[in-house]
């Protein structure tokens, strides 16, 4: 069974930073991507960042610039390291990998909070 195993989260100061790690674990084979989406109270989940199998990364426009993601292959761990926060960006974020098991399969991590103050 796979389990996807996020920390990270916190209360910051707006021009704070936070660094989220994201670990998968199982009987994984391979990874397709890794990433992070956010969902505030009474809107939409949304991407935040993804990182695929060969090192590419796409971002939302709204964290260009300020936020990073990276991944260590070898752990099966993504990371969203978060700068510049800003009170809009308060959310829970949530861990997202499509990954192949026996099949390919898309998991969805616990989500952890994320409140930037003003």
């Known amino acids: 069974q796979v389990q996807l195993v996020e920390s990270g989260g916190g209360l910051v100061q707006a021009g704070g930073s936070l660094r989220l790690s994201c670990a998968a674990s199982?009987?994984?084979?391979?990874?397709?991507?890794m990433g992070w989406y956010r969902q505030a109270p009474g809107k939409q989940r949304e991407l935040v960042a993804r990182i695929f199998s060969g090192g590419a990364t796409n971002y939302a426009d709204f964290v260009k610039g300020r936020f990073t993601i990276s991944r260590d292959n070898a752990k099966n761990t993504v990371y969203l390291q978060m700068n510049s926060l800003k009170p809009e960006d308060t959310a829970v974020y949530y861990c997202n990998s499509m990954l192949v098991t026996s099949y390919r399969g898309n998991y969805w991590g616990q989500g952890t909070q994320v409140t930037v103050s003003s």
């Open positions: 199982g009987s994984i084979r391979s990874i397709d991507f």
